[in-house]
């Protein structure tokens, strides 16, 4: 061989373990493990304390429509059990209009023309500028108790005719206004009330009376103011149906308790021109 000519260097074989090694790192290159990321997010609290509130309130909203429901059928079987029925015999029911019906076929003309007269005695009164107090009721109630015997036996009087206390209150009233009205008008003398006394002094002071001893008789003098409002009330009592009677004639009144109402055509209008009419001829 000539000197020119390099010598190569001998090429090194590679081993089989550096060989599998690089393979392995050229695999390694080619496919990367993919990076698993875990994140652990906290629970959304607000929104659990929300959905949890909105259940509350549809339980409660359902609970309250139950309630209601429940309250409503209740109310349906009261009515049905009181108002709509005036007496329950062996579940056989007597409706209350039937009651009323009869109600009115045999008490109503009468209970009519009673509140009538109230109403022209009330109407009477705001003419002559009367009034009632209420301790001209209160007087006369506890004159009404003496009478009866005590608040008990008022209250029982009441109850067994079906009356309150303001319902009497409200007669009371009328009566009192009906006294103040017509006793400014009544004509008597010393010797009326008098007679009056001697006839009915052991009627109207029966305690007083029943104490006497045989013989002995009651001091007029003694009573006489007393005697005097009893005999006064006596005669308001016997008069007044004749004072009532004389001002039912001067008001227009209609009765349809006494004469139901007929309907026809214009049949008001001509009633009202007719009444003008009889107002301009007056």
Known sequence: MSKDKKTKAPIKEETANQKASKQEKKQTKRFKKPEIKVTLHKPD???IKGYSFKSVLRIIKY???IIASLALIDLGVQYYNNSYSIAIVNDSRIPRREWRK???QYYGKAMASKMINDKIVELEAKKANVEVTDEDIETELERIRES???EEALQNTLAA???TLDQLKDQLKTDILLRKILEPSLQYTDDDIKNFFNQYSDVLFPNDAAALEEGEKLDFEKYK????DWYKRQIVDSSSQDWLTQKQGEYNIIDNASNPPKYGFLTT???LVNELIDNIKK
């Open 45 to 47: 609290v607000s929104a």
């Open 63 to 65: 609970i309250v429509i």
């Open 102 to 104: 009869q109600l009115e």
């Open 148 to 150: 009866m015997g005590g």
């Open 161 to 163: 005719n079906n009356f």
């Open 225 to 228: 103011d007393q005697t005097t």
């Open 269 to 271: 209008t001509i009633n």
